[in-house]
């Protein structure tokens, strides 16, 4: 029973336009939401979060959007980058921040066409 | 300042075999994470530490997996004997524990064979 899901497993865009990945979750007891990114051979490494009790957070180009009656979150790159290429995981926690158990989706590979 | 380390990268090994991956934390981090990565899924969380302390080891395989972090600083996880579903990669991650996020070594590649 997969309590995060990101339901498109690959994403291609242009450079220069926008990346839409979407999230969503099944526990409502949720509390705070994380995206990594993963390269290749390498750790995941954190991007943006947003905790339950805003609905959106934005971070240079990206920008993370949180609707807690649908369950669903979205992460936003504006402009894409080739460099943004990669495996995106969403994630959540119980508590407040980041230092709780994460629960990963699947991840979405997302690549940037020049 | 050094990140998350983790040994060796890779490491292939015939079925029934023991195999030990060794984690070392950013400095200061008391929190310590091991997670297994399957091909094509998310992390799963094995085992949190705070310092030495073992706090949520319920998803830990405990017939065949065991870990250690006795001086509170680096970790090791151990699988006796390994088993060919053993495959995969594990992620050791680290946080200061005060809501910060987590952040992950480059993870140990195992093959069982």
């Known amino acids: 029973d997969q309590q995060v899901k990101q339901n498109s497993p690959s994403l291609s865009v242009q450079e220069g336009r926008i990346s839409i990945l979407n999230c969503d979750y099944t526990?409502?007891?949720?509390?705070?939401f994380l995206w990594y990114k993963k390269y290749p051979a390498e750790g995941p490494t954190f991007l943006i979060s947003?905790?339950?009790?805003?609905d959106k957070n934005e971070d240079g180009r990206f920008t993370v959007f949180l609707n807690k009656s649908a369950k669903h979150l979205s992460l936003h790159i504006v402009p894409s980058q080739p460099g943004d290429s990669a495996v995106y995981f969403c994630a959540a926690s119980f508590g407040q921040g980041g230092s709780e158990k994460l629960v990963f989706g699947k991840g979405t590979k997302l690549t940037v066409n020049p | 300042e050094a990140g998350v380390v983790q040994s060796p990268r890779y490491k292939i090994i015939e079925k029934k075999q023991p195999v030990a991956f060794w984690c070392n934390p950013i400095?200061?981090?008391?929190?310590l994470y091991w997670y297994l990565q399957n091909l094509g899924q998310g992390p799963e969380l094995l085992i949190r530490y705070e310092n030495e302390e073992a706090v949520d080891d319920s998803q830990l395989p405990k017939d065949r997996f065991s870990a250690e972090r006795l001086k509170g600083v680096d970790s090791t996880l151990k699988i006796q004997p390994a088993e060919l579903g053993d495959s995969a990669v594990y992620l050791c991650?680290?946080?200061?524990?005060?809501?910060?996020?987590?952040?992950f070594g480059p993870g140990t590649r195992l093959t069982v064979l």
């Open positions: 947003i905790s339950s009790i805003k």
């Open positions: 991650a680290s946080t200061n524990g005060q809501g910060d996020e987590q952040f």
């Open positions: 526990n409502s007891m949720f509390d705070y």
């Open positions: 400095s200061g981090h008391n929190t």
